[in-house]
């Protein structure tokens, strides 16, 4: 019996095929575990997944439409879209059910592509609350993380969808960020600037975005500008999460290889260190860049840098666990 699990395990390691295999069928498993509770007892914003969303998506379209093309675009309308499709052949309860499923699944396949279809993926799905919470409580935004990942790994591999990951945006506007940081890079890649003119600029923009945000909120008539507030330290910031980002930086920026996806991700913590004194919602736009760093790490060849890493993650996860740090989990 032991040899035989050997066996397995020197398999998964050395058999890609074999490990993509054994990753899709556990991320199916997964992605069915979220929707067996029928009542969806998790979900903190079941009032507007159920009884709105999923109810009256169609009525919150059309008076969006009313109100001009730019506050229709800026409002997400590829959600209501989805919801006001389903809500055509499903109960309410069920289109929850339908969204979670999907939004787990095409993301852990899109996670797993990013890691090399490493298991320890699937294992940090669940046990990291920063993305858990995202397929349970905040399921818009789970979706939208799982088409951005999705067109990510297109895009890297030079496929002709990259581009669906634009769509990730018209479902949860957070997203646009992650395309920020695709840009800089872009722009810093064709002026050949080093590593250290990178970050200073990058550190300069993100000082401005705050500012640049409520402006941009007004003009598209967005209803998050009297919804939140955009200004200052959020109030549940202990200053945990700005010391362990911090440090976990600093390593990942010395130790990591450097290509697009290791840019990517200093440019994505840098933000949110940058974002911690100076918007409320950083740490909710840093969620959608945590799954994307967390398997460039599962990718890197090298073992001990992977051990490292997946400690460190399961310290942190576990201490988020035990103080129920729910909502401030990147704070």
């Given amino acids: 019996m032991l040899e035989k699990f050997k066996e397995i395990i020197e398999k998964l390691q050395s058999d890609l095929c074999f ?17 067996i509770p029928a009542n969806i007892y998790w979900a903190h914003d079941r009032y507007y997944y159920v009884h709105l ?6 009525d919150m379209l059309l008076r969006r ?10 409002n ?32 852990l396949i899109a ?7 490493n298991l320890w993926m699937i294992f940090f799905f669940f046990f990291f609350p920063n993305i858990i919470l995202k397929y349970t409580a905040q399921i818009r935004q789970g979706l939208a993380i799982g088409v951005y990942a999705f067109g990510l790994t297109a895009f890297l591999n030079k496929e002709k969808w990259g581009a669906i990951r634009y769509l990730s945006i018209f479902i949860h506007t957070s997203l646009a960020f992650n395309f920020v940081i695709e840009w800089l890079e872009r722009i810093f890649e064709k002026l050949k600037l080093r590593l250290k ?10 000082l401005l975005i705050p500012v640049a945000i409520p402006i941009a909120l007004y003009i598209l008539g967005d209803r998050r500008l009297e919804q ?15 010391v362990m980002w911090f440090g976990i930086g600093i390593v990942y920026l010395f130790f990591a290889k450097k290509k697009f996806i290791f840019n990517f991700c200093i440019y994505g913590i840098l933000m949110y260190l940058t974002f911690y004194f100076t918007l409320d919602i950083g740490s909710r736009i840093f969620e959608n860049v945590i799954p994307i760093f967390i398997a460039s790490i ?19 996860g576990t201490l988020i666990w035990l103080t129920g740090a729910w909502g401030n989990i990147a704070a």
């Fill in 19 to 35: 490990r993509k295999k054994v990753y899709i069928t556990l991320a199916l498993l997964a992605s069915i575990i979220l929707i």
């Fill in 53 to 58: 969303y999923a109810r009256i998506s169609d």
């Fill in 65 to 74: 439409l009313e109100e001009g093309i730019l506050q229709t675009l800026s």
């Fill in 76 to 107: 997400e309308p590829l959600f209501l879209l989805f919801n006001t499709f389903l809500a055509n052949f499903l109960s309410t309860t069920a289109v929850v059910r339908f969204i979670i499923f999907s939004a787990s699944f095409i993301s």
């Fill in 111 to 117: 996670f797993g592509k990013l890691a090399k279809y």
């Fill in 197 to 206: 003119s990178r970050i200073s600029i990058s550190f300069l923009l993100f």
């Fill in 228 to 242: 939140y507030n955009f200004y200052g330290l959020y109030s549940g910031a202990s200053g945990l999460g700005f």
């Fill in 298 to 316: 599962l990718a890197d060849k090298r073992r001990d840098f992977r051990k490292f890493f997946i400690i460190l993650f399961c310290l942190v």
